[in-house]
Structure formats: C-alpha cells, structure tokens
C-alpha cells in the first residue's frame, strides 16, 4: 500500500488534546483508501476507513472531510487546526 497524504489535527481547546488524523492510500489492487483515525490524549479511540475506486473520488472525500472538521462555523464545540500534513506528489498520476 502506497501512502499518498495524511492529516493530522487537533483542537487546542479541547482538554484531553482531541486529534483527528486522515490519511490517503492506494492499494495494490489499484484501489484508493481513506483512512481517520480519532482520539485524545494520544490514543485512538475511533479507526474507520472507506474505499474508493478513483483516485479523484477519494481526493474528493478526503479534502471534504478536511474542509467540514476545519470550518470555524461549525455547530461541534470542535474545532480542529492543522498540526501536519504531508503530500507525496510523486505519485501522483
């Protein structure tokens, strides 16, 4: 499997240090994963993953995902901030 992005956020307000992290693979069979994992005070209390046939689907997916959690007006008491991100464009098709 092929990690082509990933994510991490946090929010600063959040007592226990709240994270969300995503992250973008291709799979061997030529399939496209995207991975969140969540949690606070550095455990992952939530892992889910959804599958995608196209590399545009998933990207699709994950910058809406990235979009929703980061939106200052947003209705959730959480709001997250970018920590890390990391992009491998070389693999890119």
Not at 11 to 17: A, E, L, Q
Not at 45 to 72: G, H, N, Q, Y
Request: some cysteine.
């Amino acid at each position: 499997m092929i990690e082509l992005g990933r994510i991490h956020m946090e929010d600063c307000n959040s007592p226990g240090k709240a994270f969300y992290q995503l992250y973008l693979y291709e799979d061997e069979k030529g399939g496209y994963l995207i991975e969140k994992r969540s949690g606070a005070r550095g455990k992952v209390l939530d892992r889910r993953v959804w599958e995608r046939s196209s590399r545009e689907e998933a990207e699709m997916m994950f910058c809406s995902i990235v979009m929703k959690k980061t939106d200052p007006a947003r209705k959730s008491p959480r709001h997250y901030r970018f920590v890390q991100d990391v992009f491998n464009l070389g693999a890119a098709v």
